[in-house]
């Protein structure tokens, strides 16, 4: 579709309308058979991730190895949009947007839940003299850090880098399909339309799942604080409400809203990582947080390719596989989000800074709090781990309680998802919007108000439909079919810089790019 086809429609109507289709044909399917949901979404889960599990974590290896090759390939010296572009924004507010937006929600949900769910449950056999509870929380950390680290930005920045790429020193659309154009035929236009339709599924299926935990753990703190009921009429008001403040801030853009909502709930997060920090067992955290660090990178290879070949269980599919789904569906979202933000950058400085800068953040945060309910369960009350069990929404609030001003902490925490929430949305609207004008961005607060509505919706819709099963379901279904879109993409950015290089076209106007 050419620019003149853009200016004349508010929306690519092959894109929006098929998209938008699937999403109320879900919606009417999964409500209308809620009694046989459940069992639905575990039967498909359960499928795709026995048959395709090996393909997703071969996946995330390929997109890492894929980051580290344009690092220290000849391409790492091309600018982002030419040679005379510069950033525009600050690295920090840069490497703040970057955080709020990949992460977000998660951080809140699986701080204390996961890093006690693999004390509790060791995954991995450990070696005959690795059986202490030390040696165990060690080995907690860094499965913890396998799901939250390098793979998940190396998703994000192989297609962040490539829009950025097509957008900024191509000229082409802001679409998924234009990263394709030199390996999809001319002839095929249907292929195009198919992939930004998968993008805007994955996006609305992924950022939906984050929303639907960031829902359960609102209701768990206001349950703990206010003694609001948990019930599912609860967590759809909280929903609506939620979805509504964010549709509000659509309407502001990306300078005044997003931007503000990642330095408010980065601020606020900061606030309570510190406080954690400092009235938690501080040198424990930070003797933790270095030996973390070291663990992860000295078991990289072995935790990378782990794929339960030879032990037969279903610890992998309900982890590993289901964060390796969720970081490719949330990949379109996210990495349309950086490219829009990363104008200026080198493609070195853009790959190194997504994938350390966020993991280090990521891992400092994972050993604050979950170094500290270690802390509690070995030399502690202990309890934590019964919690978790019990509730992986309520794990934060329970841990919270073993601190002084826990009822303040706990009030920040529900603010602080509420504003991840509400930036997860602004975002994933802004994004699929996006796609669904074909690369045209402003199109009006209209369209991108349909799409926050959509993704709160979904979020609802899959909490009713079989709560976190059915959120880890969704996310797996989309996430294995882009999963081969990311692949193809590493292979047509490749050939897009092999064209350009050294010959990298300067844009005219950096000032109109954002």
Same mark, same amino acid.
């Given at each position: 579709?050419?620019?003149?086809?853009?200016?004349?429609?508010?929306?690519?109507?092959?894109?929006?309308?098929?998209?938008?289709?699937?999403?109320?044909?879900?919606f009417?399917?999964?409500?209308?058979?809620?009694?046989?949901?459940?069992e639905?979404?575990g039967?498909?889960?359960?499928?795709?991730?026995?048959s395709?599990?090996?393909?997703?974590?071969?996946?995330?290896?390929i997109?890492?190895?894929?980051?580290? %090759?344009?690092?220290?390939?000849?391409?790492?010296?091309? &600018?982002?949009?030419?040679?005379?572009?510069?950033?525009?924004?600050?690295?920090?507010? =840069?490497?703040?947007?970057?955080f709020?937006?990949?992460m977000?929600?998660?951080?809140?949900?699986?701080?204390?839940?996961?890093?006690?769910?693999?004390?509790?449950?060791?995954?991995?056999?450990?070696?005959?003299?690795?059986?202490?509870? !030390?040696a165990?929380?060690?080995e907690?950390?860094?499965v913890?850090?396998?799901?939250?680290?390098l793979? +998940?930005?190396?998703? %994000?920045?192989?297609?962040?880098? /490539? *829009?950025?790429?097509?957008? %900024?020193?191509?000229?082409?659309?802001?679409?998924?399909?234009?990263?394709?154009?030199?390996? *999809?035929?001319?002839?095929?236009?249907?292929?195009a339309?198919?992939? #930004?339709?998968?993008?805007?599924? !994955?996006t609305?299926c992924?950022?939906?799942?984050?929303?639907?935990?960031?829902?359960? @753990?609102?209701n768990?703190?206001?349950t703990?604080?206010? #003694?609001?009921p948990?019930?599912?009429?609860?967590?759809l008001?909280?929903?609506?409400?939620?979805?509504?403040?964010?549709?509000?801030?659509?309407?502001?853009?990306?300078?005044?809203g997003?931007?503000?909502l990642?330095?408010?709930?980065?601020?606020l997060?900061?606030?309570?990582?510190?406080?954690?920090?400092?009235?938690?067992?501080?040198?424990?955290?930070? #003797?933790?947080?270095?030996?973390n660090?070291?663990?992860? *990178? @000295?078991?990289?290879?072995?935790?990378?390719?782990?794929?339960? /070949?030879?032990?037969?269980?279903?610890?992998?599919?309900?982890?590993t596989?289901? %964060?390796w789904?969720?970081?490719?569906?949330?990949?379109?979202?996210?990495?349309?989000?950086?490219a829009?933000?990363?104008?200026? &950058?080198?493609?070195r400085?853009?790959?190194?800074?997504?994938?350390?800068?966020?993991t280090?953040?990521t891992f400092?945060?994972?050993?604050?709090?979950g170094?500290?309910?270690?802390?509690?369960?070995?030399?502690? !009350?202990?309890?934590?781990?019964?919690?978790?069990?019990?509730?992986?929404?309520? +794990?934060?609030?329970?841990?919270?309680?073993h601190?002084?001003?826990?009822?303040?902490?706990?009030?920040?925490?529900?603010?602080?998802?509420?504003?991840?929430?509400v930036?997860?949305?602004?975002?994933g609207?802004?994004?699929?919007?996006?796609?669904?004008?074909?690369?045209?961005?402003?199109r009006g607060?209209?369209?991108?108000?349909? =799409?926050?509505?959509?993704?709160?919706?979904?979020?609802?819709?899959?909490?009713?439909?079989?709560?976190?099963?059915?959120? @880890?379901?969704?996310?797996?279904?989309?996430?294995?079919?882009?999963?081969?879109?990311?692949?193809?993409?590493?292979?047509?950015?490749h050939?897009?810089?092999?064209?350009?290089y050294?010959?990298?076209?300067?844009?005219?106007?950096? /000032?109109?790019?954002?």
């Amino acid at each position: 579709m050419t620019s003149e086809s853009h200016s004349q429609n508010r929306i690519h109507a092959p894109v929006f309308y098929t998209s938008l289709a699937i999403i109320v044909g879900f919606f009417a399917l999964t409500l209308a058979n809620l009694e046989r949901a459940q069992e639905v979404f575990g039967g498909a889960q359960a499928f795709f991730t026995g048959s395709f599990g090996w393909f997703l974590v071969m996946t995330v290896n390929i997109l890492f190895v894929f980051c580290g %090759y344009l690092v220290f390939s000849r391409f790492g010296g091309i &600018r982002i949009g030419g040679a005379s572009a510069r950033p525009q924004f600050s690295s920090l507010t =840069w490497f703040s947007m970057l955080f709020s937006a990949g992460m977000g929600i998660g951080l809140l949900f699986f701080g204390v839940s996961e890093p006690i769910t693999h004390f509790a449950n060791p995954p991995l056999p450990p070696p005959a003299h690795l059986t202490s509870p !030390a040696a165990i929380a060690g080995e907690a950390m860094s499965v913890t850090f396998l799901h939250w680290g390098l793979h +998940a930005w190396a998703t %994000y920045a192989v297609i962040g880098l /490539a *829009l950025a790429y097509v957008k %900024y020193n191509r000229g082409l659309p802001l679409t998924v399909s234009a990263i394709l154009t030199p390996i *999809l035929p001319r002839r095929m236009p249907w292929l195009a339309h198919t992939v #930004d339709i998968l993008a805007i599924v !994955a996006t609305v299926c992924g950022v939906s799942t984050s929303l639907g935990l960031g829902a359960s @753990q609102v209701n768990a703190g206001l349950t703990r604080l206010f #003694d609001l009921p948990e019930t599912p009429m609860t967590l759809l008001i909280i929903v609506a409400v939620i979805t509504v403040i964010a549709t509000m801030s659509v309407a502001s853009g990306l300078e005044k809203g997003i931007r503000r909502l990642s330095e408010i709930n980065m601020s606020l997060a900061g606030v309570l990582l510190l406080f954690v920090l400092l009235a938690g067992p501080t040198v424990f955290i930070l #003797d933790g947080f270095v030996q973390n660090v070291g663990h992860y *990178l @000295q078991n990289f290879v072995r935790l990378s390719t782990w794929s339960e /070949a030879y032990v037969q269980t279903d610890w992998q599919n309900g982890w590993t596989v289901f %964060y390796w789904a969720w970081w490719i569906s949330w990949s379109p979202f996210v990495g349309m989000f950086i490219a829009r933000i990363s104008y200026g &950058r080198t493609v070195r400085e853009f790959v190194l800074g997504v994938l350390f800068v966020p993991t280090l953040l990521t891992f400092f945060w994972m050993s604050v709090f979950g170094n500290s309910a270690l802390h509690i369960e070995l030399f502690g !009350a202990g309890g934590l781990a019964e919690a978790v069990n019990a509730s992986a929404a309520h +794990a934060m609030f329970v841990f919270l309680g073993h601190f002084p001003l826990a009822e303040v902490t706990s009030f920040l925490a529900i603010i602080i998802v509420v504003t991840f929430f509400v930036t997860s949305a602004d975002s994933g609207a802004m994004v699929t919007d996006i796609i669904a004008s074909g690369g045209e961005q402003n199109r009006g607060v209209l369209q991108r108000s349909v =799409w926050a509505v959509a993704l709160g919706l979904m979020a609802g819709v899959l909490l009713m439909a079989g709560g976190l099963g059915a959120l @880890q379901t969704a996310a797996i279904v989309t996430g294995l079919p882009f999963a081969l879109v990311l692949l193809l993409m590493c292979f047509a950015v490749h050939k897009l810089m092999s064209e350009d290089y050294p010959y990298v076209v300067e844009h005219e106007d950096p /000032a109109n790019e954002t």
